[in-house]
């Protein structure tokens, strides 16, 4: 494999750079950089073995003499030729060209593309999903000794692809990212080729996931089961206690609004309550969009409001979105198992879906339900079909008109024979 090669700067820097910085041929590039003599390092694996060796250099060219040395014999131990005295770092000739690629680290890959996607104001859910798959990539780097973007290859992306251990639909939304990934690079010129071109995303992973929503009776198995709960449950140091009470509200809100969980548990009243409006976002229109809830529901956030302060489901200590909403998922869960039996697994995100079914039944236009749950009317036609009542009037329609004059048989006769019971 090919050497990272890599200057390490000691404590008397010339360059005024801290002890142990690691900088890359391309840094001396820029004109503000100021040259030092610090000794050249190879890093990556040979003979099976990973090491970071001091090539005894300074000049970026003698250092990768000693690297092809290295890399040729296949052994970190191989004598490379000697040189007279230690060279100085010898900056560009000016006007001369730099290198068409000179090579940028995964460090400083992977924080610009997580700057980017700051930069973009996306959700705090959606950039953690990126911070995540930038930490699995670094870990895998580490694992494999790399430190420079350009030493990822086909194979590379074919063995990180293969060590993710999420489901079908996770693996293919992560390679969504992972090809995201390697495109910001190759716009940017940092790769020349795109490795992640070949990786495919699992079998069946575009088969939509189950949008079905909780039953009417299954929302008043999940009521009573809050009741057995009770009154308040002793938690852990620094969390509140909670109970039935507790986990009946964050159903309802989770219902009445549509809301993820993540958004119910981080739930701030003070900015989402005003009046019976809930604020769900912003509109594409630039307007803010409003959800309704009935009075007493109010009086029931608002009672806990008064007992809890304005972020209404917060446990602990923590204002982590994941970590909040992961709490409650446990929560819900003990309510779930309470309740007995589903016609499909339950998970919070069904309360999101029974919001929808709600909406359909009662005859609320498509468009409104798309607008309410930010989505489009392709994927409410598409996923909730079943709950719209003038779906299946219409449909009847249309087999009933198509079949309407066509020739139909005659009915049969039945003769009985008189005094003999046969017909």
């Given at each position: 494999m090919t050497l990272n090669l890599y200057r390490r700067h000691g404590s008397h820097c010339p360059g005024?750079?801290?002890?142990?910085?690691?900088t890359y041929e391309a840094d001396?590039?820029?004109?503000?950089?100021?040259n030092c003599s610090c000794p050249i390092y190879a890093s990556g694996t040979l003979g099976r073995k990973f090491r970071r060796k001091n090539t005894g250099r300074s000049s970026w060219a003698d250092a990768r003499e000693v690297g092809s040395v290295w890399e040729a014999t296949g052994a970190w131990d191989a004598s490379v030729p000697s040189i007279p005295a230690p060279t100085r770092a010898q900056a560009p000739e000016a006007g001369a060209p730099p290198d068409a690629n000179p090579g940028i680290s995964i460090a400083e890959a992977t924080e610009s593309y997580i700057a980017n996607r700051l930069s973009?104001?996306?959700?705090?859910?959606t950039l953690a999903k990126y911070q995540t798959f930038v930490k699995q990539l670094r870990a895998y780097c580490d694992s494999r000794g790399y430190l420079q973007l350009q030493q990822l290859t086909v194979l590379d992306m074919d063995r990180f692809y293969a060590s993710w251990k999420d489901g079908?639909?996770?693996?293919?939304?992560?390679?969504?990212?992972?090809?995201g990934f390697i495109r910001f690079f190759l716009k940017r010129k940092w790769l020349t080729e795109n490795i992640a071109e070949d990786l495919e995303a699992p079998e069946g992973s575009s088969i939509p996931a189950s949008k079905m929503p909780f039953t009417d009776s299954e929302l008043n198995r999940m009521y009573a089961a809050?009741?057995?709960?009770?009154?308040?449950?002793?938690?852990?140091p620094g969390y509140r206690e909670w109970g039935g009470e507790d986990v009946k509200d964050f159903i309802l809100l989770s219902i009445y609004t549509?809301?993820?969980?993540?958004?119910?548990?981080?739930?701030?009243?003070?900015?989402?309550?005003?009046?019976?409006?809930?604020?769900?976002?912003?509109?594409?229109?630039?307007?803010?969009?409003?959800?309704?809830?009935?009075?007493?529901?109010?009086?029931?956030l608002r009672a806990r409001e008064r007992t809890h302060g304005k972020l209404l489901f917060r446990c602990g200590d923590s204002r982590e979105v994941r970590t909040m909403a992961e709490l409650w998922r446990v929560k819900l869960a003990k309510?779930?198992?309470?309740?007995?039996?589903?016609?499909?697994?339950?998970?919070?995100?069904r309360f999101r879906h029974t919001f929808v079914r709600i909406l359909l039944e009662h005859g609320v236009r498509i468009p409104d339900v798309a607008e309410l749950i930010g989505d489009t009317e392709a994927v409410v036609r598409k996923h909730y079909a079943k709950w719209v009542p003038e779906r299946q009037a219409r449909l009847t329609n249309i087999l009933r008109d198509a079949f309407d004059d066509k020739p139909q048989p005659k009915p049969n006769v039945v003769v009985e024979m008189p005094g003999t019971g046969t017909k």
């Open positions: 005024g750079r801290s002890l142990h910085a690691m001396e590039l820029r004109r503000s950089w100021k973009r104001g996306i959700q705090p859910g079908k639909r996770g693996k293919a939304k992560k390679l969504e990212r992972l090809k809050c009741d057995t709960l009770g009154g308040p449950i002793p938690p852990g549509g809301m993820r969980i993540s958004d119910v548990a981080t739930f701030d009243i003070s900015q989402r309550l005003n009046g019976n409006d809930i604020y769900l976002r912003m509109h594409k229109t630039k307007k803010e969009l409003y959800t309704w809830i009935p009075d007493w529901l109010v009086n029931r309510v779930f198992k309470l309740a007995g039996d589903f016609e499909d697994r339950p998970t919070p995100h």
